[in-house]
């Protein structure tokens, strides 16, 4: 179980590490959101399987978690098309 814990925080630390550190690129900024995600994920399946209870829970967060993927990736696709590429200082608020 320590094992686990230890892995999850590690996991934590590496996500954040990467969103701080690559921020400049739309895509990277995503791709650590998802990893965040992903150890979010891991760390319910272990609350979960820890409490003996449903797993009904990691299905709606999974189904959440692929809509905000979604909602990324076609705003990254809709700010390419419009100018060109996918820096984030490029992206003013205000157009929107």
């Not at 003996?52 to 189904?63: P, R, V």
Request: one cysteine or more; charged letters at 5%; proline letters at 0%.
């Amino acid at each position: 179980m320590w094992m686990n814990m230890n892995m999850i925080m590690l996991l934590f630390m590496i996500s954040n590490l990467m969103f701080m550190f690559y921020y400049k690129h739309l895509l990277l900024t995503l791709i650590s959101m998802e990893f965040m995600m992903i150890n979010l994920f891991y760390n319910i399946f272990i609350l979960l399987n820890f409490l003996q209870m449903n797993l009904y829970f990691m299905s709606f967060f999974l189904s959440i978690s692929i809509c905000e993927g979604i909602i990324g990736l076609s705003i990254m696709v809709y700010m390419i098309r419009m100018s060109g590429n996918d820096y984030l200082k490029s992206m003013n608020i205000l157009k929107w």
